[in-house]
């Protein structure tokens, strides 16, 4: 069984800054891939940020938050973490956790459960 945690949502004013972070727990052999996610209402959800290891690093940043946001992660205890500064309205949405978990010999993917950000004055 493997498990994301998310924390560090919540309300925060424009230009200001936010920092999200996902653990992944269970019976894991090892992490290929992990990032972050947001659906804002009616719309579909959207990939953030995210970081690879299948060959070498490799990071994605949507172009949206390009400049704004910094995505890590921390391997040796499996934690990735998303920096959110210079926030605008429109960064408003869930905010979900995804990781490409390797288990035994095959590669699934798990979701957290979703934080909530929202920017506003």
Known sequence: QVELVESGGGLVQPGGSLRLSCGVSGRIVSINA??????APGK????????????????????????????????????????MNSLEPQDTAVYYCHAKVVERVNENHYWGQGTQVTVSS
């Open 44 to 83: 579909e959800r959207e990939l953030v940020a995210s970081i690879s290891k299948t060959t070498g690093i490799t990071i994605t940043y949507a172009d949206s938050v390009k400049g704004r946001f910094t995505i890590s992660r921390d391997t040796a205890e499996n934690w990735v973490h998303l920096q």
């Open 34 to 39: 992990m990032g972050w996610y947001r659906q």
